[in-house]
């Protein structure tokens, strides 16, 4: 499968119930590259990183990471969220070429 | 979770005769460290990082488990889990989460900051690493605690180039 940069998924679990303290998986698209290497033709690689990450829950911002090239290719993260209301769950990276990354998942409650 | 726990003492006990083995050295090293089992301060950039993270607060050991491998055969997918057992309520939170990697050419790798209605702090994700180093996670509450675990990674590819 191939995937352009910036292609997002954030993973939650599939039944939730009001106050459950869930885990949340977030998947980047990105190359994080460091700047420290070239090419095979010798060409040097500029630094392309996604640098800012932005979580929000019905509108709330309720995390915020500060990112460097040192996280990992198409980079991966996980928190926990008290699951209290229904509303959104957002989340927007953004690279330090100005690029915008946005992706949300609706968190509800089953009826069970 | 049980598992990743027992893994995390493990590492710890290995890592006590490492540390017993150095203790003299430590022990002469900078103020910003207050146990003497703590990893010493490596250079002017970590030392820089800290004072300007904490200014002159102690960085205690505790309320904090830095959960990564022994050994990290390719240091461009470090696996890193972080958990702290410190309550994320609006009165007593913990605000921030510092994760440093040493001798890494950017040693301040992450910042995540925290409020209460993420519920608990159990953060994970995936990091480069240049060579084996101390890895430091240090975290921050509202009230200006300061409280931090570290973990030494043997790391066999470079993997920040």
Redesign the interface.
Known sequence: MTTDIGDARIRIPDQIKRGD?I?VNAIVSHPMD?G??RTPEGNPIPAYFIRDVVVT?GG??????????????D????????ADKEAPLSMVWSDNKGAIFKHSVLISFGSA | MNHRRAFFRSCLVSAAGLLAARSERLLASTRLVVDPNDPEVPNEEVARILKGLFGDRPIRRGHVALDMPLVAEDGRVVPVIIESDLPMSSQHHVKAVHLIVDHNPDAHLAAFHLTPAIGSVAISTRIKMKRTTWVRAILETNTGEVWADYARVQVTLNGCG
């Open positions: 303290l885990t460091t420290f290497f829950y709330q911002e309720v995390a915020r990471f500060e990112w460097t090239s040192g996280i990992s290719r980079p991966v993260v996980s928190f926990t969220l008290k």
